[in-house]
């Protein structure tokens, strides 16, 4: 699994319709990786004027529509017993009805990044909300809201915890949802 950071032209105009509709921006960071997202786990995060992106291949190029790769690194390995500070910017939600319900009160929203702990192998130490911010689509016409947490994990399980940092928590990943960022 590799690390990269893609610096953005904000200048350029495929880069600022990513930020007006994510599935372009979706789309554009795609374009580094020879295969759809499933099969290239590809999660991304936007972070001001970079995205940092894991995948599990190389990218095929280096720049791209405004988009260019800075640095790239393979990511560490942790272990059992590790602990590790981690940032992520997710959607906690439940299902009703095969539908998805964003969890709306605060503590709700805390027990389900613990649930998804305790399932991707790892279990929060520490961890506090850091805010919100919308991600929408207007072609696929819809708005999200996604939570920041940051806090201490310890990793429980190597197996799931590397299939969590591979796959990313939650919904939603081809918006820069879900990828669990460790140090």
Not at 90 to 100: A, D, S, V, W
Not at 142 to 150: G, I, R
Request: glycine share 8%; proline share 3%; charged share 30%.
């Amino acid at each position: 699994m590799n690390l990269y950071k893609i610096s953005l032209d904000r200048n350029h105009p495929s880069v600022r319709q990513g930020f007006v509709d994510r599935q372009d921006l979706h789309i554009n960071i795609q374009q580094f990786f020879d295969g759809c997202r499933e099969e290239t786990k590809v999660l991304y995060r936007v972070h001001e004027s970079d995205v940092y992106v894991s995948a599990k291949t190389l990218p095929i190029c280096n720049e791209k529509n405004g988009m260019r790769i800075q640095t790239s690194k393979e990511m560490p390995e942790h272990g059992k017993g590790d602990q590790c500070r981690f940032n992520i910017l997710t959607q906690p939600y439940i299902k009703r009805q095969g539908k998805r319900i964003p969890l709306i009160h605060d503590k709700e929203r805390m027990d389900w990044l613990i649930k998804q702990g305790e399932k991707h192998g790892f279990r929060i130490l520490t961890a506090r909300e850091m805010g919100n911010t919308s991600i929408a689509s207007h072609k696929k016409r819809f708005e999200l809201k996604a939570y920041y947490y940051s806090g201490v994990l310890e990793v429980t399980d190597e197996v799931a915890f590397i299939d969590a940092l591979e796959n990313g928590i939650g919904a939603s990943k081809a918006y820069g949802l879900g990828m669990l960022m460790v140090v």
